[in-house]
């Protein structure tokens, strides 16, 4: 399908993704790309999401290797051949 978005699962939430290393997704914003997504792993959308519209605090989300809080956030808009990263935050002491 040539109107996808690469998305990029990153290995600690692959389980919750049918062990898949990327998806291939059709989607015009980030919003709609992780409402398939979750559509289809719902386990992934509780990792991923703290309320409907709130993306958890510890996942950076990136489009293109520009992170999503610095365009639209969930409305940044996606074309095809677009890469989506879910980055999950590493915290250590």
Do not use: H
């Amino acid at each position: 399908m040539s109107d996808t978005i690469s998305v990029l699962i990153p290995t600690a939430l692959r389980a919750k993704a049918g062990d898949n290393e990327s998806l291939a997704i059709a989607g015009k914003s980030v919003r709609a790309v992780l409402a398939a997504l979750t559509a289809t792993y719902p386990e992934l959308g509780k990792q991923l999401f703290k309320s409907e519209n709130e993306v958890n605090r510890f996942i950076n989300l990136y489009v293109n290797d520009e992170d999503i809080r610095f365009i639209e956030n969930l409305d940044t808009p996606l074309k095809a051949g677009d890469e989506l990263s879910i980055v999950p935050a590493i915290a250590g002491g």
